[in-house]
């Protein structure tokens, strides 16, 4: 069973833990097996881990090693199906360690639209701020208790083509880090969670994955450059690699979200989120860690 688990945000750089199969002391395969997303299913099925082992498509990891999965996946969905979830991580892999990788949710949503289109799928920026981001103005922030179960949207109706309100709903949502941090804190604790600045591994990939070898407990072996031939950093050591053209598409766009109805439909939900991360021991190691919940303050 994995002893370290990246649970998402889906679009914030989970990609580029892949680097992380170049250190000598961690195995991870880049295929995302969503074995936990059905958590009530393995529960029925009284799966033990030895018959688990067979469905869940992991590589082979020696005892010493760290055997680690990512699924973004598993950040999405409401807050009960989050809770079984964590709770049967927890039953099947005790003691497992959690990566959560946090972006601008501005730039998170961006490059969701940009994926989707790629898959021929449809959502527009009209579609969002116009049509759908009034359904959600009688938001009341202090009385939701779980913010991610509210029924924003009228379920199941067709927008367009593409596109039904549910799956727009989904991809808003997901920049709702607080309220999905929350539940995984309750069932990991602080201590078993690292929280990985998305924005801060493309501008300083050493400080990110230094935090990541620290936090498993294995050598320092992982840094970076920047080759001129590509936007993005690039392993250097302890072997050069660079991820796939697939990733790294919005680089240098200047198209992104900048709707001030977007900005405030993530403000509160961003502040909450700030006064949340101060109480994790990694949250600033310096100063230059999750600069982008700033513009978020009042
Ligand atoms: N080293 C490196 N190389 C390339 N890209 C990098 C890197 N580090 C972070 N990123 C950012 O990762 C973004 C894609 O996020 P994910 O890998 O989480 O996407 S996915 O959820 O797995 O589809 C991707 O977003 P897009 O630019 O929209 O493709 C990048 O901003």
């Known amino acids: 069973m994995p002893n370290l688990i990246a649970v998402g945000f889906a679009k914030c750089g989970t990609g580029s833990l892949s680097f992380l199969d170049c250190h000598s002391q961690i195995v991870f395969r880049f ?10 299913k393995l529960k029925n099925d009284k799966l033990n881990v030895k ?18 999965e990512k699924t973004p996946a598993y950040m999405n969905g409401k807050a009960t199906n989050l809770k079984d979830r964590f709770q049967l991580m927890e039953e099947f892999s005790p003691g497992v360690k959690i990566l959560v990788l946090l972006c601008d949710p501005l730039h ?21 701020t116009e049509n759908w981001l ?24 067709k927008v367009n083509r593409f596109i039904p309100f549910g799956y727009a709903k989904k991809v808003l949502l997901m920049g709702f880090y607080y309220s999905r941090l929350k539940i995984l804190i309750e069932t990991f604790g602080r201590d ?10 493309i501008s300083d990939p050493d400080t990110e994955f230094g935090l990541v070898e620290e936090f498993v407990g294995v050598r320092k072996e992982l840094s970076f450059e920047f080759a001129t031939r590509y936007p993005y950093p690039c392993l250097d050591e302890p072997v050069p ?20 109805e977007l900005f405030n439909f993530y403000k509160k939900e961003m502040q909450m989120l700030k006064s949340f991360l101060k109480s994790f021991p990694n949250y ?15």
């Open 31 to 40: 295929v995302e097996s969503y074995f936990f997303m059905n958590a009530r």
């Open 51 to 68: 018959n688990a082992l067979s469905l869940y498509n992991l590589p082979k990891a020696r005892k010493s090693e760290v055997l680690l």
């Open 108 to 128: 998170r949503l961006w490059s969701h639209m940009k994926m989707n289109r790629k898959e021929s799928h449809f959502l527009e920026m009209a579609n969002l």
């Open 134 to 157: 009034p359904e959600m103005k009688n938001f009341n922030y202090k009385s939701a208790e779980n913010i991610i179960d509210l029924p924003i949207f009228k379920n199941g109706e």
């Open 192 to 201: 078993r969670v690292l929280l990985l600045d998305g924005d801060n591994l």
């Open 241 to 260: 690699m660079c991820l796939p053209d697939t990733k790294g598409t919005t680089h240098g766009t200047t198209k992104q979200p900048n709707s001030t």
């Open 284 to 298: 600033k190691n310096d100063l230059k860690r999750f600069l982008w919940l700033d513009k978020y303050d009042d």
